[in-house]
């Protein structure tokens, strides 16, 4: 799976571009604010029909003009050509093509570019809240149960109607219907999350053991109500509390992955170098995992790649890379900063004031 070519036009600083890529290695070489990390979003918000800097697509089209419109030709894993469109106006209209049809979701986009973001704000993974561990585990579960995605929207909309009961009931009763559907879901749910993370489990401490050697790593599921209560039970008990709170204080929408060194939460052991090292074996975990269980392999997006990482790991993260043949992104002020990534053959691109050519 392979980004072959993307057409981006009023993304960012970027007016327009054409480019051809590379199935593997992809460097791109600018100063600050020329655009790199521009491109990069393109191509998620090609993947997700979001941005990972802003959530206001606004923000995302080129000043002054009306809407963005991103094209891409991706090889699967057969190496057959799937063409993808989206664009996405300042009136708040979109439109996603896949295969030349119209679709009706986003979701279609990620399942045929599976994209991995490595950026210096990607600590969120380990030292943010618990939202950005549940987008980890079900980036996994999405991509290798058909069924989640469905699951988990029914799962999302009963509690969202349980929240607006909650504000008018007085007693429990009336939710009890909404509790024993959102329960049967939710049981489901968690199962699916629960399997995925003992699958992934091993590959993480591997790669832990190949990039911290020095620490062993513990990596804790939480389902997001007690391990030994069924869901139904845990919101009749919880219920005069919810009420309260106006919303539902259990369930799989609390769900987390808790990870420690030897009982310490991580991000209060690691220096932000290792912190940034573990993001990246938890990603690439998740990628090997990908290309093992369904054949598809992840496209890695890597932002400001040398910040905080030395030569040594730089190359760590380079061999661990290239094992995977993936497709890769990097980013970087100059091209030195990667020499240890140049076995890969690398293809350059330069990127000035939201130009960019093929070196
Ligand atoms: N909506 C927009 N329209 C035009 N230019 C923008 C927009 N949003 C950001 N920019 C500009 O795009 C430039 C490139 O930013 P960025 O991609 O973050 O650079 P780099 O990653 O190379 O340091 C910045 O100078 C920024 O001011
Ligand atoms: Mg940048």
Known sequence: MALDRLVVTDFRNIEHCDLSFSSHMNILVGDNGSGKTSLLEAIFFLGHGRSFRSQLTNRVIRHQQAKLVLFGQVLDQHNSKLPLGLAKGRDGQSEVKLGG??????????????????TPEGFTLLAGGPKYR???IDWGVFHQEPQFFELWRRV???????NALLKTV???????????????LSEQVSALRQGYIEQLLPRVETLCQA???????QLKYSRGWDADTPLQTVLEQNFQRDSQFGYTTVGPHKADLRLRINGTPVEDVLSRGQLKLLVCALRLAQGQDLTQTTGKQCIYLIDDFASELDAEKRGLLAQQLAETRAQVFISCISADQVSEMMIEQPVVFHVKQGEISQQ
């Open 101 to 118: 049809e119209k679709q009706q979701t986003l979701a279609q986009l990620a399942n045929v570019l599976p994209i991995q973001l490595i």
């Open 134 to 136: 549940r987008a980890y």
């Open 156 to 162: 999302k909309r009963i509690t969202k109607q349980r």
């Open 170 to 184: 007085r007693t429990y009763q009336p939710l009890a219907v909404w509790d024993a559907e959102l329960s049967r």
């Open 211 to 217: 990039f911290l050697p020095e620490y062993q790593c």
